[in-house]
């Protein structure tokens, strides 16, 4: 996969606010693929993007794919202390070779 | 089905000192990848395999060795351990069909080197 630089590395908001991650490449991708990994846990999968403009939600969370299949964005409404964790993105350039984001970390304030 | 189950889930070795962690799944996926993740590194690729009898290097190879004879196995192994091989190990594996790459993931090895 190719390389893939996400910010920010850290966010702390409070509960209820919005939260947005951001994913780039200075090359198109193929695909983008989004995990979260609470803490002391492992990366699980969210969901995978694959055509240019692609927007698809799961309850508070949207995911949008950029229309250059350069950026992605995970964008979560309203956030709740469930929320917490790091989110990352991913990409596949064929045989799996998967590449990951170094992740945002969110923290939630009660 | 158990997924994917890593051994052991802690591990101290001293430097020089090798080991084997070893990686199972019972979904019958094809492919299946070893990451390492440090603090602020996200998820680096070790090695991974397309199929049994097939394995290829990721983006941090060096130091480790890994074969995969069957589809359910592949274990990773650890050939003189070193302090900067600290850190925790994922081993993953995915379908790889439908141009799904879903990685599900074990649940991990906390390694630390002395």
């Known amino acids: 996969g190719q390389q893939v630089m996400q910010i920010p590395q850290y966010q702390h908001v409070q509960e209820g606010e919005d939260f947005t991650t951001y994913c780039n490449s200075s090359t198109t991708l193929s695909n983008i693929q989004w995990y979260k990994q609470r803490p002391g846990g492992h990366p699980v999968f969210l969901i995978q993007l694959v055509k240019s403009g692609e927007v698809k939600k799961q309850k508070r969370l949207t995911f949008q794919f950029g229309e250059a299949k350069k950026n992605s964005s995970l964008h979560i409404t309203a956030t709740q202390t469930t929320d917490v964790g790091t989110y990352f993105c991913?990409?596949?350039?064929?045989?799996?070779?998967?590449?990951f984001g170094t992740g945002t970390k969110l923290q939630v304030i009660p | 089905n158990a997924g994917v189950t890593q051994t052991p889930k802690f591990q101290v070795l001293k430097t020089g000192q090798s080991m084997t962690l070893q990686c199972a799944q019972d979904m019958n996926h094809e492919y299946m990848s070893w990451y390492r993740q440090d603090p602020g590194m996200g998820l680096r690729l070790i090695h991974y395999?397309?199929?049994?009898?097939?394995?290829d290097q990721g983006e941090v190879p060096n130091g480790y060795n890994v074969s995969r004879s069957t589809t359910e196995d592949f274990p990773l192994r650890l050939l003189s351990a070193a302090p900067s091989q600290t850190s925790v190990y994922f081993c993953?594996?995915?379908?790889?069909?439908?141009?799904?790459?879903?990685?599900?993931f074990g649940p991990g090895t906390r390694l630390t080197v002395t």
């Open positions: 991913a990409n596949s350039g064929g045989y799996q070779k998967v590449t």
């Open positions: 395999s397309v199929g049994a009898g097939i394995t």
């Open positions: 993953a594996s995915s379908p790889g069909t439908g141009g799904i790459y879903e990685q599900y």
